[in-house]
């Protein structure tokens, strides 16, 4: 190990950056000087100075015990809250639980202390009782909420213990999480996410944690919260009116991601004093709307005071970006005030260690782009034995995964079915939600009993069996702000058929990864015949690919695809430090640490 220089920083919170290593110094006294190797990284400290890493330290030089010597080793980067609905896998309805299961864990790999936080939807395995409980307002009564915690893959997950979340959810931890059946939401949902809010606000200042090797104690002050969808859009309004006009979290910011503008918790006008909010907020949630629900007229809209009182708007894909601000279709009656904030669009990752063909737990075949041709076969087989279909590996497969709704487009797929279900061709839809569109899975069956099935269960492994049996995954969808199936499905070598919307043009290249079929109508009461002409047209042009050089080729495309969090947790890593929380500095390079090592392994 090559000598290091010892750096003189001894006065308070000097600090110094190098490859992404930063010291700080905390005490005034310097003692003696060590040499710590962090990573690639050499840097010099003296013993008594707060060492902020944002790597594992791999040794230590001159310094006989490190422990006993009172070098407190952590990551300086970024304090990072993110705060959302549901959080996979241990609450997950759709995409919102896939993303806050996978970004955190990839931004806490690149050195920043991370915080997920969510309701206690269940009694999950893993978590325990913090035992710090506070009391927050909520409508006209004072509610205890208690935090459960606990550490996986270097992220703090932290759960907010309600009855109104844990009472109306029990064990159902995939469906009820917004109302007691699809598209119904429960009345109290408006306090059980003012609650939500303002139990994240406390968090970092309460909670103290020290799971983390190189961070211990509260998060403080000076982090950024970042916000997902509408059941998280009073946190930046109460950061302002509870917060910083009594000094506190005077540094903090406020991201806010848009998942799917088609939620905007759109309620009656009057209910916003349920929300306790001071009246200078009113003229952020005021909202005129022609639909009916739940009044005619003026309402609040908590996505609208969300977008304009946080710092930051995201989205999750660039696409979709330039379409939420193109006109009122797409933008669902916010695209003006979109166009006033601006909003940037980032492209999801998806989870590697769930949706990887070598390691899948729900498959019996594993393997990878040089044994695809040959294990897929027998994976189709498993697949259409596990649903009652004729087994025949030769007969190409396509699959659809996706909530019941117009947004997905399972009636438009329904509807174009007939018109190529006379080729040579299985396909298998699964997927939960409206009731009317459950139903139309059940009937493929009837009328195309040794051609088609549809499962109308939320059903983890089959979707996995699909995703790696499945020759093509159809994603018809009206809108698409990112989606995630056909990311999952490309590692798999199972080729996309993508309606041209959303993230869904960002992340599939005709002829290259997969099939457009160009956009659909966006209006959800009528089945365009166009688009189900769009359908059938596109899956015969991909059936008569089926089996030549040019689909080998695609499938090994497919799976050559860097799909991770990696890359997208550096772009958000960018956005992020650009709101200039104080103290906030870049991480590093990092690969997460044995995320599948059992203890890192969440077990709802
Ligand atoms: N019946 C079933 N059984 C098992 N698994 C099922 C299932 N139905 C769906 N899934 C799983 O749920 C997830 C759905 O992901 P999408 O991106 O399509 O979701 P969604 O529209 O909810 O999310 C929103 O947020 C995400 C995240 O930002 C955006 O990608 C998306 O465009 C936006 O609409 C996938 O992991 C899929 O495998």
């Known amino acids: 190990m090559a000598t290091a220089t010892a750096w003189n920083c001894v006065s308070r919170r000097s600090s110094v950056s190098k490859n992404g290593v930063a010291i700080s110094s905390s005490r005034r006294e310097a003692k003696a000087t060590a040499t710590l190797r962090v990573a690639k990284t050499q840097i010099a400290v003296h013993e ?84 710090v409980e506070i009391e927050l307002k ?30 109306k959810v029990w064990g159902k931890t995939a469906s009820k999480v917004y109302g007691p059946v699809a598209g119904i939401d429960y009345q109290d949902n ?6 939500l809010c303002q139990a994240a606000l406390e968090a970092p200042r309460v909670l103290n944690l020290n799971s983390s090797e190189y961070f211990s104690g509260p998060y403080g002050e000076d982090v950024v919260f970042i916000c997902n969808d509408w059941h998280t859009a009073l946190l930046p309004c109460y950061l302002k009116s509870m917060y910083q006009p009594r000094g506190l979290y005077t540094s903090a910011k406020v991201a806010f991601c848009i998942h799917n503008i088609a939620y905007q918790g759109r309620f009656a006008f009057a209910d916003f004093n349920l929300l306790n909010l001071p009246d200078e907020f009113k003229s952020s949630f005021d909202f005129i709307d022609g639909y009916e629900k739940p009044v005619k007229g003026r309402k609040i809209n908590w996505m609208k005071a969300g977008i304009l009182e946080s710092d930051k708007i995201l989205t999750v894909s660039p696409y979709y970006a330039k379409e939420l601000v193109s006109g009122p279709d797409k933008g669902v009656e916010l695209d003006n005030i979109l166009r006033k904030t601006s909003i940037l669009g980032i492209v999801n990752g998806m989870d590697v260690q769930e949706w990887s063909p070598m390691t899948d737990k729900f498959t019996s075949v594993k393997f990878d782009s040089s044994t695809v041709m040959s294990a897929k076969p027998l994976i189709k087989e498993a697949l ?10 030769s007969i190409p497969v396509v699959g659809f995964i996706g909530r019941l709704e117009e947004q997905k487009g399972s009636d438009i797929l329904a509807a174009a079915i007939p018109e190529f279900i006379g080729e040579n061709v299985q396909i298998i839809v699964l997927g939960t939600g ?25 059903n983890v492994k089959l979707a996995h069996m699909i995703i790696a049996g499945a020759d093509f995954i159809i994603v018809p969808s009206r809108f698409e702000p990112c989606g995630l199936i056909q990311l999952q499905a490309m590692p798999y070598g199972c080729v996309p058929i993508v309606a041209s ?10 002829g290259y990864t997969g099939f457009q079929m160009g956009a659909f109508n966006v209006e959800c009461e009528t089945v365009d015949p166009v688009d189900v002409t769009a359908i059938a047209t596109t899956v015969k042009r991909a059936l008569a690919v089926y089996g030549t050089p040019a689909f080998s080729e695609m499938i090994q495309n497919c799976m050559a695809q860097e799909l991770s969090w990696k890359k997208p947790a550096k772009k958000w890593e960018e956005v992020l430090l650009n709101l200039g929380v104080e103290g906030s500095e870049p991480g590093i390079e990092g690969e997460e640490i044995a995320p599948l090592a059992k203890e890192n392994v969440a077990t709802p």
């Open 434 to 458: 409206k009731k009317a569109m459950e139903k139309q899975l059940d009937e493929l069956e009837i009328q195309y009993p040794l051609k088609a099935r549809g499962v109308a269960k939320f």
């Open 190 to 195: 408006q306090i059980r996410f003012s609650l």
């Open 138 to 167: 909520a409508g006209d009564k004072t509610e205890k909420v208690r935090f459960f915690h606990c550490y996986k893959r270097g992220v703090d997950r932290v759960f907010v213990d309600h009855p109104m979340f844990l009472e």
């Open 48 to 131: 008594g100075l707060r060492v902020v890493c944002n790597a594992r330290v791999i040794r230590a030089n001159g310094i006989q015990n490190m422990k006993s010597r009172k070098f407190i080793v952590c990551g300086l980067g970024m304090k990072l809250i993110f705060v959302a609905s549901e959080v996979g896998p241990w609450s997950k309805t759709g995409g919102l639980g896939d993303v806050l299961g996978g970004l955190p864990p990839a931004m806490a790999a690149n050195g920043h202390r991370v915080m997920t936080i969510a309701p206690r939807y269940d009694q999950y395995k893993d978590a325990w009782d913090t035992e």
């Open 384 to 393: 259409q034995a596990e649903v009652g279909l004729p087994v025949d590996k």
């Open 501 to 510: 919307t959303g993230g869904l043009v960002d992340t599939v290249k005709e």
